[in-house]
């Protein structure tokens, strides 16, 4: 009897432990679930770019930095477009004193190596206003063009000392290689012809 009773009470837990486990359904990954996925990596995306367009930027390196050098000195003979470049000193020498200069941009094209090989930048510029170089490229460029209707000085030294050594390149000239102004670039000056 005492077992009658025991088995009344408890043969739903034999049920239980009789009964095999239902295998689990793994739920199916629908259209609407992966639109809702892509949906929510895209707005994760578009808040992280958010973030990061707020946060200040680092200033980078400038390629070319206008300097105050005084009076504006006349234009050099020879800077027409087609006239032959120039050399007038020694690249090597020390500077003498300092010039200064006004506005037109335009861009000057320079590579660090000859015949327009290795690392190029366009530098923007404006007509008779001194630039000492940034961005690396004092004592880097190889070869250089400039322009049709504008000529430009180039320097030695910073600040365009108008006693030293400098290259004048007249526009629509490009100059493959710079010879004894290789790598000794590192200002220029530049005029409307």
């Not at 005492?2 to 239902?22: R, S």
């Not at 050099?76 to 941009?105: C, M, N, V």
Request: charged share 15%; net charge positive.
């Amino acid at each position: 009897m005492a077992v009658k009773k025991w088995y009344k009470n408890h043969h739903h837990l034999l049920n239980i432990l009789q009964t095999p486990p239902k295998p689990t359904i793994k739920p199916q990954t629908t259209s609407h679930h992966l639109t809702k996925m892509k949906f929510l990596a895209t707005l994760s995306l578009l808040a992280l770019t958010a973030v990061a367009t707020a946060l200040p930027q680092a200033d980078s390196p400038s390629d070319n930095t206008p300097v105050d050098i005084g009076p504006i000195p006349p234009a050099p003979t020879g800077i027409q477009d087609g006239a032959p470049t120039y050399e007038i000193g020694d690249p090597d020498s020390e500077p003498a004193d300092k010039r200064g200069l006004e506005k037109r941009s335009f861009h000057i094209q320079v590579w660090a190596d000859i015949n327009r090989g290795g690392r190029h930048q366009q530098l923007t510029t404006d007509v008779q206003k001194c630039y000492n170089l940034g961005n690396h490229w004092p004592n880097s460029i190889s070869s250089l063009q400039v322009p049709r209707g504008h000529g430009c000085v180039f320097y030695n030294r910073n600040h365009c000392p108008q006693n030293g050594a400098h290259l004048t390149v007249p526009g629509a000239t490009y100059v493959a290689n710079l010879g004894r102004f290789n790598d000794k670039i590192n200002s220029y000056l530049c005029y409307n012809n």
